[in-house]
């Protein structure tokens, strides 16, 4: 199990505990997605991926600041992680979305293969099957972490708007992603187990 104690201070150096997150920090909320990352069972890259999958900004969040993501600070968050995570965490703030939902449609497919695109360049980023997985586990623990809605938060309804891609996903990725999706779900979003 992670211990997210252990790399506070390394996150309240790089601020963000001092940038706002829907109605917490970003520090609470990198903290919740890598507790659901755990609860789901991700490799341990994975769960230290989503503790800083958000500090150079997504395409969701301060979306302007990734235009150009200073070598300086993935020097420095490379030094924390070990370059494979750094570079997950790259990838992760500058992948185009829709190009996440392509990737999935293709692993799909017999010799499908992932195709996602940098949202700044649309240049492809090169990604293997396996690494395409750990990236889509990583989002689908953020987009879980934006549950319940927040009060008063202007943010899309992520069930309503995009349950159906997301409880796919969960299904894609097996059953310890499932069951901890179906800790934030019910109705028609729940993942019948016993089906799978």
Request: proline share 5%.
């Amino acid at each position: 199990m992670l211990d997210t104690e252990k790399y506070r201070s390394d996150l309240l150096r790089l601020g963000t505990h001092k940038v706002a997150h829907q109605d917490q920090t970003l520090l609470e909320h990198m903290i919740r997605v890598s507790e659901i990352l755990q609860d789901m069972q991700a490799a341990p890259d994975v769960c230290l991926a989503g503790l800083f999958h958000g500090v150079y900004g997504t395409e969701g969040l301060h979306n302007d600041d990734v235009e150009a993501i200073p070598e300086a600070k993935r020097i420095e968050v490379r030094a924390i992680v070990g370059p494979s995570i750094e570079q997950m965490i790259f990838n992760f703030s500058v992948m185009n979305y829709a190009s996440m939902g392509k990737s999935l449609r293709n692993l799909m497919r017999p010799k499908g293969n992932p195709e996602m695109k940098d949202r700044r360049t649309g240049a492809p980023i090169a990604m293997e099957r396996d690494e395409f997985e750990d990236l889509l586990r990583l989002k689908l623990g953020d987009v879980l972490a934006h549950l319940p809605a927040q009060v008063g938060h202007s943010q899309l309804n992520l069930p309503a708007e995009y349950g159906s891609f997301w409880k796919l996903a969960a299904e894609y990725l097996g059953p310890e992603a499932c069951a901890t999706w179906n800790k934030f779900m019910e109705g028609p979003l729940w993942i019948d187990m016993e089906q799978m």
